[in-house]
């Protein structure tokens, strides 16, 4: 574009393919072949963060504008990034954070492992009721098929 977005003038330019006069039609060809497609290495990284500059540019804008509804913050925007962990200042503390860091992941371990305990007893004790079910069903099977040999005895 030779002007920035603000000065260009967009109408709504569309034609008919039967009745062409003004050759509307050759001048969107040119235009969309015109169009060149950046790969990603021109783009840069993909990424859903907005940039802050950017948000804030339009928030200033929606309220110079006059927005006729309430604006909504985005997450990005009202969410603060969580603050990184201060370095340990001497060797004690470094250590006092390692056991204590150990500690803490013993303790989820432990907990993984009682619930897989209790996930593997459930799963056994379900399999249990399946195989009782089936046992069940079986003898219903037989039954009714011992029912039916008694009533073809009977008549």
């Not at 001048?27 to 783009?43: C, E, G, P, T």
């Not at 913050?73 to 006092?96: D, I, K, N, V």
Request: aromatic content about 8%; charged content about 30%; glycine content about 2%.
């Amino acid at each position: 574009m030779r002007m920035s977005p603000l000065y260009l003038i967009l109408d709504r330019d569309f034609f008919f393919y039967e009745k062409d006069a003004e050759r509307k039609k050759e001048q969107f060809v040119r235009a969309w072949h015109s169009i060149v497609k950046k790969d990603k290495n021109q783009l840069g990284n993909k990424s859903s963060a907005t940039h802050e500059s950017y948000l804030q540019w339009v928030i200033n804008r929606a309220t110079q504008i006059g927005m006729p509804y309430p604006l909504l913050r985005s997450l990005a925007s009202t969410t603060p990034t969580m603050p990184s962990p201060l370095p340990p200042e001497s060797m004690e503390e470094y250590r006092a954070r390692l056991t204590e860091s150990e500690h803490e992941s013993a303790t989820w371990k432990r907990r993984y492992d009682e619930t897989m305990l209790q996930v593997e007893t459930m799963s056994g004790q379900l399999e249990q009721k399946d195989c009782e079910i089936l046992k069940q069903r079986r003898q219903m099977i037989e039954r009714g098929e011992l029912l039916l040999v008694k009533d073809r005895l009977l008549d």
